[in-house]
């Protein structure tokens, strides 16, 4: 069974920076695409970044210069780095792992929540 676990997240002041991570097992972490999704409440769920297996990465434009994915297979584990946050951030962050390169297939984290504070 696929397990991930996200930790990381708290409340923070405009202008400070979290780490999140993402925890996995039951997969073949190394092998797959991993993304960060964010879901703010009353809205959509949307794609923040994602990074495959070669360490190859795309980012929303709302967060590029300021957020960055990366993965260490040797832990079975991904990080986002965000840094200079804003209240628009504020969501309920999740991981996912990616059977497919567009990450339509998928299995979830728990998430967990990001709040900024102005």
């Known amino acids: 069974q696929v397990q991930l676990v996200e930790s990381g997240g708290g409340l923070v002041q405009a202008g400070g920076s979290l780490r999140l991570s993402c925890a996995a097992s039951?997969?073949?972490?190394?092998?797959?695409?991993m993304a960060w999704y964010c879901q703010a409440p009353g809205k959509q769920r949307e794609l923040v970044t994602a990074?495959?297996?070669?360490?190859?990465?795309t980012y929303a434009g709302s967060v590029k210069g300021r957020f960055a994915i990366s993965r260490d297979n040797g832990k079975n584990t991904l990080y986002l780095q965000m840094n200079n946050l804003k209240p628009e951030d504020t969501a309920v962050y999740y991981c996912?792992?990616?059977?497919?390169?567009?990450?339509?297939?998928?299995?979830w984290g728990r998430g967990t929540q990001v709040t900024v504070s102005s």
């Open positions: 996912k792992t990616c059977y497919s390169s567009s990450c339509s297939y998928g299995y």
């Open positions: 039951g997969s073949t972490f190394s092998m797959n695409v």
């Open positions: 990074i495959t297996s070669d360490g190859d990465t």
